[in-house]
């Protein structure tokens, strides 16, 4: 599934270079949600708690790698939140690769709700005032709002892609593309979705992606212009 958006090229930047045989640079951002954990499985609220994939994410992983559904990323930047999980994904994925880290892209911080089931926490009533906001600015306890939540991934967003602008001028004469790839969490990839194709799809967790699948982001002068689901 594809999809683009009007508005693409922004003043002062110069458009990249040639890729190969002559065509335009592709310039790309792969985005992967980390392999299935016990979270998932149990359905807990989870972002903050470093826990690790279960045996059926690790399982999982090595059938998605075998069905061949990764991009290429050959030459590429590589970057995780630093959550065992993301770690433990790319490795299982892309192989121990040399990577860098953004801890501003981290899933959402439930604060004292982490690591606990809706059954869990339906008759608290902190978490029936966090649950039944409207604005997004009501925190979990020790915890991020939605809305906070949403800042923090915007400019987390913002150092990827100025990373991401550095491959492009590493690479504009080689005849390579340009391609990074971040390993994240399904709340963060939900977000970065929503903020830059805003009402195409009905609510933010329409955008979260199962759980080793993801999407591939096409730059133009440094916008993202359209998407790829995989």
Known sequence: ????????CGPGFLRPGTGNKGEEMKSQIHLI??????????????????????????????ELVEQGIYPQADGGDF???????TEQTLAMVYGEV???QIEELREMNFGQFEMKSYKELKDVPEYAAWSGDETGWAESPGGESINGFGQRISEGLKILIGRH???????RHSGKDAITTLVCHGGTIASIM???FPGEREHF??????PGHGFTLTLEDGEIVKYEEF
């Open 33 to 62: 949600r980390h392999g299935i954990t016990e979270g998932n499985q149990k359905k807990l609220y989870y972002g903050a708690a470093d826990i690790p994939l279960a045996e059926e994410g690790i399982a999982g992983l090595r």
């Open 1 to 8: 599934m594809a999809s683009e958006r009007g508005g693409l």
């Open 194 to 196: 929503e903020q830059n």
């Open 79 to 85: 970057y995780t939140t630093g959550m065992l999980r």
């Open 165 to 171: 602008r550095l491959k492009e001028l590493s690479v």
């Open 205 to 210: 967790y329409k955008w979260i992606p199962d």
């Open 98 to 100: 040399d990577h860098q």
